[in-house]
């Protein structure tokens, strides 16, 4: 068997905030996140905000602060900038006909609770996330897996129904193919709940007072080194003002994007902090597209019509959002994924900011603007439609503003809602929405993850299923997962998104990047390519 390696580009997370607190030698404990120091210590205490509570962090269910489970448990394997490399697989051969896969374990790793990572743990792990199967239906390779078995204590053979080339990419996310001491499971599995949070990771949960805090401390025997940085606390605060009051007051310092997608702050503070003198930015290549997502099956709406989708597309100066909203920090996008995803340098008409060509679009299309109207009209019926957005995110708020205005001006009607982001996500399932707000899931789950979701009710099933070529979409969608083949990926994937930018159903507005305002002597600031996490582990302070 012949071991293969995946070479992705690199991906960026999303907005939080941290914080360090200098704890001096002789302090053993911290009940409590402390307020930051004029001097960091080498034993300093790490403290970011976040906008909600780390929840419950079983890493085989969702509900859980992905940087909180990205610091506790690891994958088998970890998608990095140069590729897949092992993580808590040594090495890994692939069958020639790609359905099995044979993981080696690295030898002498334990869970936080003395108990051996060993392929018993490893296929008791698999087992309890595929027991709860339709949970995980969102990431294909829970549909693939056929079983685990055990070949000696450090070898473990996964075996697939059908050929899957993400496969490794799937297991190195966050969640769910991660890894829980088998004492933590309830009632044999992990879809009940578990009774403690002991992982392999360089943190152990130490910690944990709902609304307020959660504290990890260093792993001392971690495989890999213990961390430079022995206590990180998240402090729950809420985004804005009273985020930035903390940073200004020193009870926190460093801020970064966090797992809801958002900014805890806009970018005028964080240019605010940087200009002090006393911070350092640090940006991230583009790591997901921003865009509005438009429900091409509503027939009760004007967005079902593909002429007003790309009428939409044309009227929106997505250089204004970039340069004035987002202050530079993102870079307008002209297509659902940017060109540094796998597979997407792909050769797509570009709609450049055109107000007039979208009137010209409207008026053939039969919507009419008479004098002195606010809203074109076609049979009687307003161009009107509602557009949700995150309402805990400034620049959200401030971009649904500008799209509004910028409609109006093409005879457009659009009303705003800002709403949280778990009601929006419930729209998007249910297919309850005309426009709203989102994001490509990132470079580390692009293309496949968010194509899989065009499919997935629980993701775009509502955004493309209205298209006229809905049915050729789905299946060259499937014809992509079971491809063995490189250049017939290519081609499929090629195929793909020409015809959900043609159909202007994914209507791009910015390239996101993950920015980090840190002070100056925190070294070793990095980007992980799984999404929504830092690697706290390698933060030093000079």
Request: net charge neutral; with cysteine.
């Amino acid at each position: 068997m012949k071991k293969r390696l995946v070479k992705l580009p690199i991906l960026l997370v999303c907005v939080c905030v941290l914080v360090l607190a200098g704890c001096s030698s002789q302090q053993d404990t911290v009940s409590g996140p402390a307020a930051v120091q004029s001097e960091s210590p080498k034993n300093s205490e790490l403290i970011y905000a976040t906008a909600k509570d780390i929840n419950d962090i079983n890493p085989h269910l969702y509900t859980g602060s992905m940087p909180a489970q990205g610091m506790i448990f690891e994958s088998l394997v970890e998608n990095t900038k140069d590729g897949i490399k092992p993580l808590l697989a040594e090495s890994w051969d692939i069958s020639k006909d790609q359905r099995e896969y044979i993981f080696h374990l690295r030898k002498n790793v334990k869970f936080h609770d003395g108990e051996s990572l060993n392929a018993s743990a490893v296929k008791q792990n698999i087992d309890a996330i595929q027991a709860n199967a339709a949970k995980h239906a969102w990431i294909k390779l829970s549909t693939k897996i056929v079983n685990s078995e055990v070949l000696d204590e450090y070898t473990l053979k996964l075996k697939l129904s059908e050929p899957y080339s993400p496969a490794l990419i799937e297991l190195s996310m966050t969640r769910p193919y991660v890894f829980i001491s088998p004492k933590d499971f309830v009632n044999g599995g992990t879809k009940e709940g578990v009774s403690g949070y002991h992982g392999t990771g360089p943190y152990v949960l130490a910690e944990h007072k709902t609304n307020e805090y959660a504290t990890f401390e260093a792993n001392q025997n971690y495989w890999n080194g213990e961390p430079s940085i022995k206590k990180i606390t998240a402090k729950v605060l809420p985004s804005g003002e009273t985020t930035l009051l903390s940073l200004q007051k020193g009870e926190i310092n460093v801020v970064f994007t966090d797992d809801r997608g958002t900014d805890s702050i806009d970018v005028e503070a964080m240019n605010k902090l940087t200009s002090s003198g006393k911070y350092q930015l640090v940006r991230s290549e583009p790591m997901n597209t921003k865009m509005i997502v438009a429900n091409s099956s509503r027939s009760s709406s004007p967005v079902s019509e593909t002429a007003v989708r790309e009428a939409i597309w044309y009227a929106i100066d997505r250089e204004t959002i970039s340069k004035t909203i987002m202050n530079g920090t993102e870079t307008a996008a002209n297509a659902l994924f940017s060109s540094n995803v796998n597979y997407a340098d792909v050769d797509l008409k570009k709609r450049d900011y055109d107000p007039e060509t979208a009137r010209k679009m409207l008026e053939q299309a039969g919507w009419k603007l008479e004098s002195g109207a606010a809203s074109r009209t076609k049979n009687g019926k307003k161009l009107s439609m509602q557009v949700y957005y995150d309402s805990n995110s400034p620049s959200q708020k401030t971009q649904a503003e500008f799209i509004q205005s910028s409609l109006k001006n093409v005879g457009i009607l659009l009303e705003l809602n800002g709403e949280d982001s778990t009601s929006i996500a419930k729209r998007r399932s249910t297919g309850d929405y005309d426009l709203l707000f989102n994001q490509t899931w990132g470079l580390a789950y692009d293309p496949q993850s968010t194509i899989a979701g065009f499919t997935s009710e629980s993701a775009y099933l509502y955004t493309t299923k209205g298209i006229a070529k809905a049915a050729n979409l789905y299946k060259k969608i499937d014809e992509v997962t079971l491809s063995t083949d490189e250049r017939t990926r290519k081609s499929l994937y090629a195929d793909i998104m020409t015809i959900v930018h043609d159909e202007a159903v994914f209507i791009p507005l910015t390239n996101g990047k993950m920015t980090v305002v840190a002070p100056k002597n925190v070294k070793g600031i990095s980007f992980k390519q799984t999404q929504f996490e830092l690697p706290f582990e390698r933060l030093t302070f000079e």
